[in-house]
Structure formats: C-alpha cells, structure tokens
C-alpha cells in the first residue's frame, strides 16, 4: 500500500490538498509489456499538416490496440472534443492479427489559433490481450507539439534618408 499528498498550488501559495493512497499487487507473469514508439517532440509552424506514424508492438505477438488520448483527440466514447477545438485525427492500419504489431496514422491540421507558449501533448497507448494470460498489459508515452507563428512575409523597409541627415550622432 502507498499513501500520498496531491498538493494544488496557485501563484506560489498552496490552496489545497489531499491525501491519497492506492494499493499495488504484483502478480508473476510470463507475459512481457507491449511497447509505444512516438516520434521525438516536435516544434511546427501554424497552418502547416503534421502527419506522422505511430507504432505499437507486443514481443510476445499477442493482439494489441493502440489509441490516441488526450485533448486533441475526439473521444471515442461520447464522439466530442477531448476539450480543444482544433482536433487531431488518430487512425489505426488495423495490422492484426496475427503478430503483435499496429501502426497509426497522427494527422493534425495546425491553424493560427493554435499558437501557444507551452507545448500541446498527444498521448498514445497500447495495450496487449496476452493468450496465456488474464493479465493485459500497457505502456504509455507522450509526443509534444510546439505550435509556433509563421514568421512575417509582408514586411518592407525603406531607407529614411531625413532622419539620418537630421539626426548625426555627435563624434
């Protein structure tokens, strides 16, 4: 059994806290973790498409599902927005069975309004349904997205020729 304080603090002061404690069982299995593979975090610029692959594998080659969660995700069970208006596509290649492998394909229209200081974080899951086994497995990992402003493309810059014959530096 474990037991531990979540504080929540807010602009250094804390306002609350709770104490929680959950319970861990160990069980012996041959079964071994599936494993999520995400690209490295990314840094895109607003309006541009990132697409890219996902990959789940299972070293037993039992049947896995890979998933998409988090808020730039529709969740699959009421079919809304997991809380950003701007949604990412998550779709699996449906590669099995029978070996243990699933890809997916990330797609994520970035527009303006995405612009944002902190990163945007996908998370994806894959989890095994072991033959030998009730015990299923899971394995989580999370690919940040920086969205960043397009740099500026309509600028001009003319010489200011008064300013400079009016304006010397002194020698």
Avoid at 7 to 17: A, Q, V
Avoid at 42 to 51: D, F, H, M, N, Q
Avoid at 65 to 83: A, K, M, Q, Y
Wanted: some cysteine.
């Amino acid at each position: 059994n474990v037991a531990f304080f979540v504080d929540e603090w807010r602009n250094g002061l804390r306002i609350s806290s709770v104490n929680r404690d959950m319970q861990i069982i160990v069980i012996e299995s041959a079964n071994n973790r599936p494993t999520v593979v995400v690209p490295r975090d990314t840094c895109i610029v607003a309006g541009s498409v990132l697409i890219d692959t996902i990959v789940g594998f299972d070293p037993d080659s039992n049947f896995i599902v890979l998933t998409g969660e988090g808020g730039l995700f529709v969740d699959p069970d009421t079919d809304s927005g997991g809380g950003h208006a701007n949604q990412a596509e998550f779709d699996t290649l449906g590669l099995q069975p029978p070996n243990g492998r699933e890809e997916g394909v990330f797609r994520w229209q970035t527009v303006c309004e995405d612009i944002r200081r902190e990163p945007y974080q996908a998370t994806f899951r894959v989890k095994d349904f072991s033959n030998n086994s009730d015990l299923s497995l899971v394995d989580l990992q999370t690919w940040r997205i920086n969205v960043v402003g397009p740099a500026p493309d309509t600028l001009i810059a003319e010489a200011d020729l008064f300013f400079k014959k009016h304006h010397r530096r002194p020698d």
